[in-house]
């Protein structure tokens, strides 16, 4: 199965680099452009017995090592 | 009296923290690679040092807390060893689970090096105790993901137990309230962001990192 984990520093966390983003996309002259977030995307193949059992091995992957749980979040999607 | 310097594959500041330890305090120091799941017996103190261990993969330090050598240093912190984590070496720390918090990119998004004076906080730890009257240390910072964070609850409870041991003046980087450098619960696992190890003699610009490792180790 694919998984695949996006990671992003969690909504509060100053997102230093995000905010950078969107000042320059304000001076190309986006200036509709507002609350820019930069991640993370992981991808990887992952063997298991069904889509349920992939997702929590993966969200235990996430909690151990791919994200940190005191400054980050993810999102886990697993397809066949 | 006998310490041991971490060395992970990134690391760049071991040399300096062997230094540091051997001038200030006489001890002597072994360096001991990341794959090592065994330390030298008989250690006083354990520097994770500064650098770039696994390049920063993933995040600063997280490959770090998982080596092999971790499970050793854990253990011996939770035997009483002494365990100082500097620049990479806190975030390792973090990572690991030993030191609460972690570390976000810096408020100005560059890379900040140059040196700063401390407010010694609590000169009560037995990181600190050296510095007895002298309430201001000067060091220098060398770190691009540096900004100290944690969660409310948790930074009242570390001011409100003593475990903030040092405090920038003039912060350089948005570290919460200031914090430079903390203590574990238990008071025997120090995580600093500046660098001791590049305070040890007057011709570095500051000698202020002497009393750290004399705190731990005595004096020479």
């Known amino acids: 199965m694919k998984a695949k984990v996006e990671v992003f520093l969690k909504p509060g966390v100053l997102d230093v680099q ?17 609350n820019v977030r930069v ?7 992952v063997a298991a017995a069904s889509a ?7 969200e235990a992957m996430c909690e151990r090592l791919l994200a940190n749980p005191v400054i980050e979040s993810y999102r886990v999607e697993i397809a066949p | 009296m006998k310490a041991a310097v971490v060395v992970f594959p990134g690391s760049n500041c071991d040399r300096d923290c062997k230094t540091a330890i051997e001038r200030s305090t006489g001890a002597s120091v072994d360096m001991v690679w990341h794959g090592e799941s065994e330390l030298p017996s008989g250690l006083d103190l354990i520097v994770l040092p500064g650098g770039f261990a696994h390049g920063d993969y993933l995040r600063c330090g997280a490959m770090a ?47 900040v ?9 609590n000169a009560q730890t037995r990181f600190t105790a050296a510095y007895g009257e002298q309430r201001v240390a000067v060091m220098t910072v060398g770190n691009g993901e540096g900004a100290y964070f944690a969660d409310p609850e948790t930074l009242d409870r570390l ?14 980087n948005g570290s919460a309230r200031d914090i430079a450098g903390i203590v574990s619960e238990d008071g025997h696992v ?13 011709a570095l610009g500051s000698a202020d990192g002497v009393p750290l490792f004399q705190s731990i180790l005595g004096r020479a």
């Not at chain 1, 950078?20 to 002259?29: D, R, T, Y």
């Open chain 1, 18 to 34: 995000g905010k950078a983003v969107e000042n320059a996309l304000h001076g190309l002259g986006w200036s509709g452009a507002a």
């Open chain 1, 39 to 45: 991640g993370r995307v992981i991808t990887f193949d």
């Open chain 1, 52 to 58: 349920d059992a992939a997702r929590g091995d993966v």
């Open chain 2, 65 to 111: 807390a998982l080596s092999p050598v971790m499970g050793a240093v854990r253990a011996a912190a939770a035997r009483g060893v002494a365990v100082a984590g500097i620049c990479n070496g806190f975030q390792v720390l973090c990572e690991a689970g030993m030191l609460p918090g972690a570390m976000l990119r810096n408020a100005g998004l560059k890379y």
């Open chain 2, 113 to 121: 090096c140059k040196a700063v004076a401390l407010d010694v906080v």
């Open chain 2, 159 to 172: 001011e409100g137990d003593g475990r903030i041991a040092f405090r920038y003046r003039d912060n350089p």
């Open chain 2, 190 to 202: 120090l995580g600093v962001m500046p660098h001791p190890d590049r305070a040890f003699e007057a």
